[in-house]
């Protein structure tokens, strides 16, 4: 683990639990794309950048899940780089409490105030195209986080954030956290047409081909949609259909589990309503939502 993998002449990762981007900007500078998952990753990251000479000028977040913006705080103290989020993921991650308060829909309860969830904050500048090197381009992904961005490089390799999931991921936790299904939709399908030398995703193996791994998620999506379809075949609160669901994918509730695949069925519920296949109403001061199809 954190071990440093050379893909072009210019562009590596640092395998972690979220891989990090590394990309050499000119002699001895480079930068980061996310920063992995807490301070101990930080500290590992310096340690490399320390053995290889490297200077640290930035930390390009993609977006504001903990796992990706943990070693922010240590390396900008540690080194000065300057710290870059794109649009409303700055202010997450400006401001952590806001990621697992967005989550529960509410002031969190302290088992949700954990660093898997809440990261430290730091200070943060909007991420635009007059701030990254020459050559680097950023990729919109929204979807799975509201402003997600991914980042061409000028050697033709495509860091992914957490566009898709591995092919065991997805058999292993059965429902994946996205906060808007439409929107992820339609950037699987954007990702799915992709050509670059090589793709990195931060939670799959990199391949010079990302589109079976991308139609093996939307496919996912729509099998986790039918489901949810199912289940509100009668009336169904979101409670029942939460519950449902985690009797079918084989998942253990918990505070963590609660919030985040909570969120993700909310957004589901949203996009089936908008889509037509949903509906809602409320009964005896209950929200309840019926299948249409």
């Keep these: 683990m954190y071990e ?39 500290k590992k990251v310096k340690r490399l950048l320390d053995l290889y000479g490297w ?57 949700l105030r954990h660093k898997f969830l809440m990261a430290q904050g730091c200070e943060v500048l909007p991420l635009t195209d007059a701030c990254l090197p020459e050559g680097m381009k950023a990729v919109p992904l929204p979807g799975h986080s509201f402003d997600m961005t991914g980042f061409r490089t000028a050697d033709d390799v495509v860091y992914l954030a957490d566009c898709l999931s591995s092919e065991a991921t997805l058999e292993k936790y059965g429902v994946g956290f996205i906060a ?19 793709f990195i995703p931060s939670h799959a193996e990199q391949t010079e081909d990302i589109a079976p791994l991308v139609r093996r998620n939307i496919e996912k999506v729509h099998e986790i949609a039918g489901v949810i379809t ?41 996009w089936l309503k908008d889509e037509g296949r949903v509906e809602s109403f409320f009964e005896d001061n209950r929200l309840q939502f019926r299948s249409l199809a």
Excluded: W
């Design 230 to 270: 199912d289940i509100c075949a009668a009336p169904a609160s979101f409670e029942k259909i939460l519950k449902e669901l985690f009797g079918h994918y084989s998942l253990v509730m918990n505070f963590e589990q609660y919030a985040l695949v909570g969120s993700t069925v909310r957004s589901y519920l949203t």
């Design 55 to 111: 200077t640290l000028k930035a930390i390009y977040n993609t977006h504001s899940h903990a796992d990706h913006i943990g070693g922010n705080l240590h390396l900008q103290r540690n080194t000065g780089c300057r710290v870059y989020a794109p649009g409303i993921e700055r202010d997450f991650t400006e401001h952590p409490v806001l990621e697992p308060s967005y989550l529960y829909g509410g002031c969190p309860p302290k088992e």
């Design 4 to 42: 440093l993998v050379q893909v072009s002449e210019n562009c590596f990762y640092i395998e972690s639990p979220a891989k990090i981007g590394l990309v050499r900007t000119g002699g001895s500078e480079v930068c980061l794309i996310d920063s992995g998952n807490d301070k101990d990753a930080g």
């Design 180 to 198: 808007d299904v439409g929107a992820y939709l339609a950037m699987l399908e954007e990702v799915e047409k992709m050509k670059a030398a090589l």
